[in-house]
T-cell receptor
Framework: EDKVVQSPLSLVVHEGDTVTLNCSYE??????LLWYKQEKKAPTFLFML????IEKKSGRLSSILDKKELSSILNITATQTGDSAIYLC????????FGKGTRLHILP | GAVVSQHPSRVICKSGTSVKIECRSL??????MFWYRQFPKKSLMLMAT?????????EQGVEKDKFLINHASLTLSTLTVTSAHPEDSSFYIC????????????????FGPGTRLTVL
């Protein structure tokens, strides 16, 4: 059965800390892995990862895919209260499989 | 737990026909369901929010007469694309959330696997 598992489920840190969110997957025909940030309703697209070992960066956020380990991490450095959100990982094969998300809360 | 299914997973239809997509919460009661459309650059556009037993709330720019949403029960919402055209070809994804003690958190959305619609 195809699945995407995110950890931790929930994380509370102080502003300025660095966090690492994990996503592991088991799918039949992997095409790409996507990271989203969800604050209110619609998730906002962050990254799409297709190739192993190539880091993608956007400001304080970065992500990398490890196809050997069937996993990806999302790093956020120097966290700010505005980073508080649910971070979703999804894997595309013939369909899209979302993880249950990591709820991140940044304390001021 | 918190499994959401969609049916069909893929549909190909001729221009002008209507297509119905079902979204079901399999092991929880979904008081709210959301319908999204995924664009080629993988961004998700929220189309509408539906609450069981009431009319859906459509986002700006989404034609309610073209994308009919029915949330008839606590486990089923349907999206009907009426008179589909090639520009409606897309990946449609639903998600569901619940407000029940001991079950999925109320503000967490659980996503279905999507339905790929191709209109010829």
């Amino acid at each position: 059965e195809d699945k995407v598992v995110q950890s931790p489920l929930s994380l509370v840190v102080h502003e300025g800390d660095t966090v690492t969110l994990n996503c592991s997957y088991e799918v039949t025909n992997f095409r790409s892995l996507l990271w989203y940030k969800q604050e209110k309703k619609a998730p906002t697209f962050l990254f799409m990862l297709t190739s192993s070992g190539i880091e993608k960066k956007s400001g304080r956020l970065s992500s990398i895919l490890d196809k050997k380990e069937l996993s990806s991490i999302l790093n956020i450095t120097a966290t700010q209260t505005g980073d508080s959100a649910i971070y979703l990982c999804a894997v595309l094969d013939d369909k899209i499989i979302f993880g249950k998300g990591t709820r991140l809360h940044i304390l001021p | 737990g918190a499994v959401v299914s969609q049916h069909p997973s893929r549909v190909i239809c001729k221009s002008g026909t209507s297509v119905k997509i079902e979204c079901r919460s399999l092991d929880f009661q979904a008081t709210t369901m959301f319908w999204y459309r995924q664009f080629p650059k993988k961004s998700l556009m929220l189309m509408a929010t539906s609450n069981e037993g009431s009319k859906a709330t459509y986002e700006q720019g989404v034609e309610k007469d073209k994308f009919l949403i029915n949330h008839a029960s606590l486990t089923l919402s349907t999206l009907t694309v009426t008179s589909a055209h090639p520009e409606d070809s897309s990946f449609y994804i639903c998600s569901a959330s619940a407000i029940q003690p001991g079950l999925p958190r109320a503000d967490t959305q659980y996503f279905g696997p999507g339905t790929r619609l191709t209109v010829l």
